[in-house]
């Protein structure tokens, strides 16, 4: 399961576009590193992030049966926001046409 947000980030008149907090944010939970697995009282698995501005804080983000499962969510949501800042950089061309 991807992790998700829930600011918004748009404004009226211009194209929407993250701003520096969110995009710091995209980068912190895009490195395997600061993510962790915990196994919870009802033997369910929950995968947590930890925040970026506060060193001994976890954000809880999804809980999971398995262990596998719940690293799965952690490598979706790795490869999701790795993408979000690999658009940033601008559109990927991937034809072009003569």
């Known amino acids: 399961m991807t992790f998700l947000y829930t600011r918004e980030w748009h ?21 395997k590193k600061n993510w962790r697995i915990v196994q919870l009282p009802n033997g369910f698995y929950q995968t947590e992030y930890k925040h970026p501005d506060e060193e001994d804080l976890w954000v809880d983000v999804t809980r999971r049966e398995t262990l596998d499962g719940a690293e799965a969510a952690i490598n979706g949501s ?7 800042l690999e658009f940033l950089k601008g559109p990927k061309v991937v034809k072009t046409f003569k």
């Not at 907090?21 to 980068?27: F, V």
């Not at 790795?78 to 979000?84: A, C, G, P, V």
Request: proline letters at 7%; aromatic letters at 8%.
């Open 11 to 31: 404004t009226s008149n211009k194209p929407s576009h993250p701003d520096q907090e969110m995009i710091n944010l995209w980068n912190h939970v895009a490195e």
């Open 78 to 84: 790795i490869e999701h926001y790795s993408k979000k």
